[in-house]
């Protein structure tokens, strides 16, 4: 790697790399896979701009958009149904404002957005503050796991083997950084095994358990807060579609201490996978240990109403060591774009909107469990719109030939449970018409294979 521009001296990098226990900067980036850190650049020549802008639009054509297809993907990223008005509103001239809100009371506006984003997140999980948001689901989840330890002072925490496993993947990496003990809690039956927590572990800053799970299954949330809070740990639920708070029973009703996850279902658009909008809300209590930005309403000197940040815990605005997260910052366009979608939508709308998913989930699960070949991989496991379906046939032929009818069947269950060969997971939204969901049931039965 070229240091020719850093202003530091060989002695002065010397030391430094001393400090940290390495020898050059090459020992760095060991912990980068070796196929990976090839940083030369494979550029083309340059085009001209016509010639560049034919190009992308030779890209861009490949893409086929949700609206010339039919799609049961979910797996994390939802599509639900973003009303016209908010495009508009979002591009109004009086919500433009920096990525990041430094000296942020002066945007008044950008403040109230996000107290109302952190009213609306309060609300849905039925706990008592939100912060102003994160990057994403996965971040958020590990911000939300860091705080329990740091507010049990503990160092081993409980996972469910079924929170999303892209999660898990970020929580692991944050773990060998902090010498964490991880301990993953097996599933049965598509859920959470509460019977196997008595052998877990002892002492656990917190267990973590997402709701619905990455398989769809419904978890007894209450079940899993009786037994962590007898261990004097935390229970931590992730979740990573908020729109099923519409039908179920919110967490901080079921005994959850910190709810986090993924908001990209509340108006953000699909986007190819981002950006998103990571959440976390917890207790009031545990409010000194939260990351990132929190808004409050105050009053000023002419006694009008007012926001302002308030617990800056990020390394930005205290020292570095005393800071709660040090890349922890708000998704400020992401999350103006849920709260004017919880505006539009509304109690009522969410709660229509849920119960459509559900009803049209299940017709559709019952359904494909009638077909010869097919089956549900968890039939007496409760679910709300997400569900694994058990085949005979080849997954990868099956959903070859789906989409070439211009269906996307769901996503195979083996890309992260090795062994579920057979198994795919199958999500139904309010986007996904009667007359769509019998079609697909009619392709399933007309599968050649």
Not at 3 to 18: D, K, P
Not at 141 to 150: D, F, G, K, N, S
Request: hydrophobic content about 45%; charged content about 15%; glycine content about 8%.
């Amino acid at each position: 790697m070229s240091i020719n521009y850093l202003a530091h001296t060989a002695e002065e990098r010397s030391a430094m790399l001393g400090a940290i226990g390495m020898q050059s900067m090459a020992d760095i980036f060991k912990v980068i896979p070796a196929s990976l850190q090839d940083f030369t650049l494979q550029l083309p020549e340059g085009l001209s701009e016509l010639e560049l802008t034919q190009e992308l639009q030779l890209l861009s054509s490949r893409n086929r958009p949700l609206t010339e297809q039919s799609s049961f993907l979910g797996a994390g990223a939802y599509h639900h149904f973003v009303p016209a008005a908010l495009d508009l509103l979002i591009t109004r001239s009086e919500f433009l404002t920096a990525y990041t809100p430094y000296q942020a009371e002066i945007s008044q506006g950008t403040l109230q957005a996000i107290y109302e984003f952190q009213s609306s997140l309060c609300t849905l999980t039925g706990m008592e503050i939100a912060n102003a948001s994160n990057y994403e689901g996965a971040t958020s989840v590990v911000e939300a796991m860091l705080m329990a330890l740091r507010i049990t002072g503990r160092k081993q925490v409980l996972v469910s083997s079924l929170l999303h496993p892209e999660y898990r993947e970020v929580m692991e990496t944050y773990a060998q950084a902090l010498d964490l003990q991880l301990t993953f809690v097996d599933a049965v039956d598509g859920l959470t095994d509460v019977s196997s927590l008595g052998q877990a572990t002892h002492e656990p800053a917190a267990l973590i358990v997402q709701y619905p799970n990455a398989l769809g299954g419904i978890e007894d949330l209450q079940t899993h807060a009786d037994w962590v809070h007898a261990q004097d740990g935390l229970l931590i639920t992730a979740m990573t579609d908020p729109v099923v708070l519409g039908v179920l029973e919110a967490p901080g009703q079921l005994g959850a201490d910190i709810v986090a996850g993924e908001a990209q279902a509340c108006g953000n658009a699909l986007s190819f996978g981002g950006p998103y909008v990571g959440f976390l809300s917890t207790r009031e209590k545990y409010i000194r240990q939260m990351p990132g930005r929190l808004s409050g309403l105050t009053r000023d000197e002419a006694g009008e109403r007012a926001f302002s940040l308030v617990l800056q815990t990020r390394e930005q605005h205290i020292r570095r060591e005393r800071a709660t997260s040090n890349i922890c910052t708000n998704q400020g366009l992401n999350a103006l774009i849920a709260t004017i979608w919880f505006s539009l939508v509304g109690q009522q709308g969410l709660q229509e909107m849920a119960h459509i998913c559900l009803q049209r989930a299940h017709y559709l699960a019952a359904q494909i469990a009638d077909i010869s070949g097919f089956e549900l991989a968890y039939p007496d496991t409760p679910f709300f719109h997400e569900f694994v379906v058990k085949t005979t046939h080849s997954v990868p032929a099956l959903m070859a030939w789906l989409e070439a009818q211009g269906y996307l069947a769901g996503l195979p269950v083996s890309k992260w449970y090795p062994g579920l060969d057979h198994h795919l997971l199958v999500a139904v939204t309010e986007m996904n018409t009667v007359p769509e969901l019998d079609r697909f049931i009619a392709l399933l039965r007309q599968f050649p294979g």
